[in-house]
C-alpha cells in the first residue's frame, strides 16, 4: 500500500541546469561540425538511392507463371480461404486445352483473380497456403497509387514479369 | 539640403529593412538545414544549390494557398495581428546605431535610423508590444488551442519582460545613459558590458528567448498540446508574416543584446588594424578613412548579430522545450530575484566607483 | 382444413453417406419375448435386431467414433470392396469388414484397436499410391473423405516412389452432359456402378479391365449415363472422380452454408440441403429421408436452383406506366393496382399450385377482404397436363412425379377450386405463382397482374401484353411455409436464404393491400 516515491534527489550541478545544457550544446555542434563539413548523414535519399531490404520482406504480390507465361494458378481459393483481411476474389473456370501444358494438373485456371492492397495486411498467409507457389509476395515496397482503383491489382498485374523475388 | 536628408533617411530605412527581411529567407534555410545536420539528417537539398531555393519555393507556396478567414473570426484584429507582429520589431530596429557616421558630400550621415537620446526606452516600448499581436492572434481567431497559445504567450513575455527590463536597467545605471551611440562609445572605450556586467548579460540574453517564443521558450505554439497555438487559424501569407516576423523579432534581439553587452558597432579586435591598413596602403583620406570605418563598424554588427543568430538555432536544437509551470518558475523565482540582486550590486558598485 | 401431421424438415449434422436407412430398435416390452442378441462394441453392449450387420449397429447407436468406409452406402447393397471398415472382432482369425459381417450374440468388436489402425494406415496408403492430389483443382475437396480419412488415420508420407497411373483418356471425360470423370481420382469402391444396378436401374456404369488398370467406363460408351438421377453419383463418390458440370468450379465446398428446405420442382417433395454462400445459391443435395426420397433426387430438382437465381428474374416491384412497365415502391404499386381492382369489380386470382398451404389460405380468406373487392379465387397447376392431383402420378419407379408443382394436394385441402376450362377470363386476371406452376390460357388482350416468382423471359411469353403490374414475390427457398406432396405426407420448411432484392412475402403484400385506402 501507499505510494512509491520514485522522484530522484537532483544534485547540485544537476540543479544548476547550466552544464547539462552546455554538454548537451556540445553534442550538437560535434554534430553540426561533422553535417557541415565532414558531410555526415544517416539518411538514405531515396529516390536515387533505395534501400535493400532482406530478403523475407513481404511487398507488392505477383503470381509466377511457366515457360508459356501462363500463371501457374489453379483457382484453389486457399489463399482467399486463409486470408485474414479478405483481400482476395477469384473467379475459376475451366482452363483450355491448349493451354493445358501439364496435363490434369491445371485443367482450372483463375479467370479474375483480383488483390485490394488498400485491406492486405502482407501477412503472408496466402504465399503460405498457395500449393502451387503461384502467388508470392515480392520484394517491391513502392505500392503508392494515384486512384483506389489502381490499388486493385488484377491478373495482368499480378503476372507481371518478376525476378526472383523482385 | 532637405532633400538630402530625406534621401539619407530613406536609404537608412530601405538598408535596414531590407537586411532584415532579406536575412529571413537565409534563417529559415540555415535553419532547416542547421537541425538536419544536428539530427544526423540531410535536410532540404533539391531546391536549388544545397537547397538554398527552398525558401523561393516556400514562398511561392505561401502565395498560392487559399487565404482563409474563420467564419467567426474578428475580422479587423485577426488581420491586424501579422501585421503588428512584423511591423513592430521592424520600429524597434530604427533605433539601433549600426555604425557611427560616414560622410558623404562633405555631410556627416549618424547610421541609425531614429536618432533619439530616448533610444532604449523606445526599443522596450516596441518590444513589449510584441506581446499584442500573439493576443490579438489567439483572441480573434475564436479558437480554443489559439486562445490557450496566447494566453501563454502574454503571460509568459509579460513575465520575462520585468527580468529584461531589470538587467536593462542595471546597463543603463552603467552607461549614465539612454543613447545607444554613447553606450557603443563607452563600450569602445572601457569594456564591453558583458565583462562589466556578466549577470545582466545572462538574465537579458535567457529573456531574450522568451519574448521572441524561441524554443526552449515556444510555449505559445506548443505544436504536441495547442496544434499551433495563437496561429493555429491563419495561413497563407497571413501565415507566413508571422513566420517573418519571429525572425525578424530575432535579428532585432541579437542586434539589441550586442548593442547593449557586446559592444555594438564597436570594431572586433584587429579590425582598426585592417581600416588603418587599407586606408593608407589605398590612400583614403581621412573622409575615405572615416567611410571605411563605417564600412566594418557595420561588418562588425552584423557578425555579432549572425553570432547571435547561430546561438538561437543552435540553442534551439539542443534544449527541449520547458513544461509551462517550469518556465514561469524560471522567470519569477529565479530571474526575477537574480536580476533584482544584480540591480542592487551593480548600482552600490557604479556608486562605490564613481565616488 | 385438415390438420394433418406436419413434418419439419431437418438438417442433418453428418454426411449423406453416414444417415443409416434404419432406425433405432427396441425390446420388445412385453415380459415373456425373447431377449433381443447383444454385441459389444468398444466396451459397451448394444442390443440389436438379428440379421443386423456390425457396420448397422454402430451407426444406429453412433459409437463415438464413426466407422470409416469408402464403397458402404446405406441405400446401396453391400459389397466389401475397399477394406477401410475392417474391425477386430475377438476370437476372429483376421480383421472383419464391419458392413459385412453379421453381428453375432456375444461379439466383442473393437473399432480402433492398434491392429485396426494400421489396417486402416495400411488401405489410405494403397489407395494413395495412384491418387493424383490434386485437391487444389479438385471441387470435391473439403467435403472429400480420401481427405478426410487421410488425416484421420492415413499415413503422412506415402511409401510410394514410383510414377503414378494416369488413365490418358480418362482424366477429364464427359460421362453425359452433366457428370465429369476424373479417371485418375478414383478409389474403385464401386458405389457408382452399384447406384446404377440396384437404384436407377439403368446399368449405365461398369467396371472394365482389373487391377492396375481397372477403370470405370459407360456400358455404351456412345449414350453414356442416360438415367435421371446422375447428381446423385457426384454425392456418394466419396473423391472427386465423378463430378457435376453444374457446379464445377464454382465454388469451394467450405465455403458453402448448408441449410435444409424443400425441392418444389415435383409433388414427391424431396428434402433438400440448399448450399449457398452470401445468399447465392450453388446446389441442391438430397437429405435423407425414408419417407419421401431416401437418399436420392432427380436431376431436374438438382439444379432447379437455376430458376431462381436467374438474373432476369424480377426482383423489384413493376408497374405499368404508358405501356411500358417501370421499377416502382410496393405502396405505389399496390395502391394503383388496388385501385384498379376496385374499379373493375369482376377479378379472377389464380393461385399456382406451387404456393405454399399458408400462401393459398390466405389468399383465400383474406385477400377480397384486403383490396375491398369481391375475388374469385381459383387454382391452377397446368403443368405436364395436370389439373388436379387426380391427375398426379409417378413417371418412375423412384421418385420422379408426373405433376411438377409441389402442392397441388395442400391447395386443395385449403377449399380451393380447380380453374374452371383452364381458361381464365375475368375484367383482370391476377396470376399468382412460385416460379412452377404454368400459366392459364388468356385472352390476347387480357389484363393480368403478375405475382410472385416470374423472370423477363416468362413476362414476354405471355399470350397478353396488357400487365398492369408485377408484384415480385418470394421463392420456395426463401420463406418459410409447407407443402402436401403427392403422397400426402406435410412437410414444413423455413427459409434457407435471405431475400436480397425487392420480393416481398406474400402476407406482406396482402397487409399492405389491406392498409392502403
Not at chain 1, 74 to 93: G, K, M, N, Q, W
Not at chain 2, 94 to 116: D, R
Not at chain 3, 297 to 313: A, E, F, K, L, T
Amino acid at each position: 500500500m501507499g505510494t512509491i516515491n520514485v522522484s530522484k534527489k537532483y544534485t547540485a550541478r544537476e540543479k544548476a541546469y547550466i552544464p547539462a545544457i552546455l554538454i548537451g550544446m556540445k553534442i550538437t555542434m560535434s554534430r553540426f561540425i561533422k553535417g557541415f563539413f565532414l558531410r555526415q548523414h544517416d539518411t538514405i535519399l531515396y529516390p536515387e538511392k533505395k534501400r535493400d531490404y532482406s530478403q523475407r520482406f513481404r511487398g507488392m504480390h505477383f503470381i509466377s507463371v511457366d515457360a508459356n507465361k501462363t500463371e501457374n494458378c489453379t483457382a484453389c481459393f486457399l489463399c482467399e480461404t486463409i486470408c485474414p483481411a479478405d483481400c482476395i476474389h477469384i473467379v475459376a473456370d475451366e482452363r483450355e486445352d491448349e493451354n493445358n501444358v501439364y496435363g490434369v494438373k491445371k485443367e482450372k485456371k483463375p479467370i479474375s483473380f483480383d488483390i485490394d492492397s488498400l485491406r492486405c495486411c502482407f501477412c503472408g498467409f496466402c504465399e503460405e497456403a498457395c500449393p502451387k507457389d503461384a502467388i508470392k509476395l515480392s520484394r517491391n515496397y513502392e505500392l503508392a497509387v494515384s486512384t483506389r482503383e489502381d490499388a486493385i491489382y488484377d491478373l495482368d498485374h499480378l503476372k507481371r514479369d518478376v525476378k526472383g523475388r523482385g | 539640403m532637405e532633400l538630402f536628408d530625406v534621401a539619407q533617411l530613406m536609404a537608412k530605412i530601405v538598408f535596414v529593412v531590407g537586411l532584415s527581411l532579406g536575412v529571413v529567407p537565409i534563417m529559415v534555410w540555415f535553419e532547416r538545414r542547421g537541425a538536419a545536420w544536428m539530427q544526423r539528417r540531410v535536410g532540404p537539398n533539391r531546391v536549388g544549390p544545397f537547397g538554398l531555393l527552398q525558401p523561393l519555393a516556400d514562398v511561392v507556396k505561401f502565395i498560392f494557398k487559399e487565404d482563409f478567414t474563420p467564419g467567426n473570426a474578428n475580422k479587423f484584429f485577426y488581420y491586424m495581428a501579422p501585421m503588428v507582429a512584423l511591423i513592430a520589431p521592424l520600429c524597434a530596429m530604427s533605433v539601433i546605431p549600426f555604425g557611427s557616421t560616414a560622410i558623404v558630400n562633405g555631410h556627416e550621415i549618424t547610421l541609425q535610423i531614429a536618432t533619439m537620446d530616448s533610444g532604449v526606452i523606445f526599443i522596450l516600448a516596441f518590444a513589449g508590444l510584441e506581446v499584442y499581436p500573439i493576443i490579438l492572434a489567439g483572441w480573434a481567431s475564436k479558437n480554443k488551442y489559439a486562445v490557450l497559445g496566447s494566453l501563454r504567450g502574454a503571460s509568459q513575455i509579460v513575465s520575462y519582460e520585468i527580468s529584461m527590463g531589470l538587467a536593462l536597467l542595471s546597463m543603463l545605471i552603467v552607461y549614465g545613459t539612454f543613447n545607444p551611440h554613447e553606450m557603443v562609445s563607452w563600450q569602445a572605450a572601457k569594456y564591453w558590458g558583458c565583462v562589466v556586467n556578466p549577470f545582466g548579460a545572462l538574465v537579458f540574453w535567457i529573456s531574450i528567448f522568451a519574448e521572441t517564443n524561441r524554443l526552449p521558450f515556444d510555449l505559445p505554439e506548443g505544436e504536441s498540446e495547442l496544434v499551433a497555438g495563437y496561429h493555429l487559424e491563419y495561413g497563407a501569407m497571413k501565415f507566413a508574416l508571422f513566420f517573418m516576423a519571429e525572425y525578424v523579432a530575432m535579428i532585432m534581439a541579437s542586434a539589441l543584446i550586442a548593442t547593449l553587452f557586446f559592444g555594438g558597432y564597436g570594431l572586433l579586435p584587429g579590425m582598426s588594424f585592417l581600416v588603418n591598413f587599407i586606408s593608407t596602403n589605398f590612400g583614403f583620406g581621412e573622409v575615405g578613412m572615416q567611410n571605411t570605418k563605417a564600412a566594418f563598424e557595420v561588418l562588425s554588427l552584423i557578425s555579432k548579430v549572425a553570432f547571435f543568430m547561430f546561438m538561437f538555432v543552435w540553442i534551439r536544437w539542443t534544449v527541449p522545450r520547458f513544461r509551462f509551470d517550469q518556465l514561469m518558475d524560471l522567470g519569477w523565482k529565479i530571474l526575477f530575484p537574480l536580476s533584482l540582486i544584480n540591480l542592487v550590486i551593480v548600482t552600490l558598485m557604479v556608486y562605490v566607483l564613481n565616488k | 382444413m385438415s390438420n394433418p401431421t406436419v413434418h419439419e424438415i431437418k438438417g442433418t449434422k453428418d454426411d449423406l453417406n453416414y444417415v443409416s436407412a434404419k432406425r433405432p430398435v427396441h425390446s420388445d416390452p412385453s415380459p415373456d419375448a425373447k431377449p433381443l442378441p447383444k454385441v459389444t462394441i468398444d466396451g459397451k453392449t448394444y442390443e440389436f435386431k438379428p440379421g443386423d450387420t456390425i457396420m448397422e449397429v454402430a451407426e444406429r447407436y453412433k459409437i463415438h467414433k464413426e466407422i470409416p468406409r469408402y464403397c458402404y452406402h446405406p441405400g446401396l447393397p453391400v459389397a466389401g470392396t475397399c477394406r477401410m471398415c475392417t474391425v477386430e472382432v475377438e476370437k476372429a482369425p483376421k480383421l472383419m469388414t464391419s458392413c459385412s459381417t453379421p453381428a453375432g450374440d456375444g461379439m466383442i468388436v473393437h473399432t480402433s484397436s492398434e491392429k485396426v489402425l494400421k489396417s486402416r494406415n495400411g488401405v489410405q496408403d494403397f489407395l494413395l499410391t495412384n491418387h493424383p492430389l490434386d485437391c487444389p483443382v479438385c471441387d470435391k475437396a473439403g467435403e472429400c473423405k480420401l481427405q478426410d480419412y487421410t488425416f484421420q488415420y492415413g499415413p503422412s508420407a506415402s511409401n510410394f516412389k514410383e510414377e503414378k497411373r494416369v488413365y490418358d483418356e480418362a482424366t477429364t471425360k464427359l460421362l453425359s452432359d452433366k457428370i465429369t470423370l476424373n479417371m485418375n481420382r478414383c478409389v474403385h469402391c464401386e458405389r457408382c456402378v452399384r447406384f446404377t444396378d440396384d437404384v436407377t436401374k439403368t446399368h449405365d456404369l461398369v467396371m472394365v479391365n482389373r487391377g492396375w488398370h481397372k477403370e470405370l467406363e459407360a456400358t455404351d460408351p456412345a449414350l453414356g449415363l442416360t438415367n435421371n438421377y446422375q447428381g446423385c453419383l457426384t454425392d456418394f463418390c466419396p473423391v472427386g472422380a465423378l463430378t457435376m458440370n453444374d457446379f464445377r468450379f464454382k465454388k469451394r465446398a467450405w465455403f458453402l452454408t448448408k441449410k435444409p428446405s424443400v425441392c418444389d420442382r415435383c409433388s414427391k417433395g424431396c428434402n433438400i440441403e440448399v448450399h449457398h454462400d452470401e445468399d447465392v445459391v450453388y446446389r441442391y443435395t438430397p437429405i435423407h429421408n425414408e419417407m419421401v426420397n431416401g437418399h436420392w433426387m432427380c436431376d431436374d430438382g438438382r439444379v432447379s436452383y437455376n430458376d431462381i437465381m436467374n438474373p432476369s428474374r424480377v426482383i423489384s416491384p413493376l408497374l405499368n406506366y404508358e405501356n411500358a412497365l417501370h421499377s416502382t415502391t410496393l405502396e405505389t404499386l399496390l395502391g394503383d393496382l388496388k385501385n384498379k381492382i376496385k374499379a373493375s369489380g369482376n377479378v379472377q386470382l389464380v393461385v399456382g399450385t406451387d404456393s405454399t398451404r399458408e400462401e393459398a389460405a390466405l389468399l383465400k380468406d383474406k385477400f377480397s377482404d384486403a383490396v375491398g373487392a369481391k375475388v374469385n379465387v381459383a387454382y391452377f397447376n397446368g403443368t405436364n397436363g395436370v389439373s388436379t392431383s387426380k391427375d398426379d402420378m409417378k413417371m418412375d419407379h423412384l421418385l420422379i412425379m408426373k405433376d411438377k408443382t409441389p402442392n397441388t394436394r395442400g391447395v386443395e385441402d385449403e377449399g380451393l377450386t380447380a380453374l374452371a376450362g383452364n381458361e381464365a377470363n375475368a375484367d383482370i386476371v391476377i396470376l399468382f405463382r412460385n416460379g412452377r406452376a404454368g400459366v392459364p390460357k388468356l385472352k390476347s388482350n387480357q389484363k393480368v397482374i403478375l405475382w410472385g416468382v416470374w423472370n423477363h423471359d416468362e413476362l414476354k411469353a405471355l399470350p397478353t401484353t396488357n400487365i398492369l403490374g408485377v408484384i415480385p414475390g418470394l421463392a420456395t427457398m426463401e420463406k418459410a411455409g409447407s407443402f402436401k406432396n403427392g403422397d400426402g405426407i406435410v412437410q414444413k420448411f423455413h427459409p434457407a436464404i435471405n431475400h436480397r432484392g425487392g420480393a416481398v412475402a406474400a402476407h406482406q403484400v396482402v397487409g399492405v393491400l389491406k392498409s392502403l385506402t
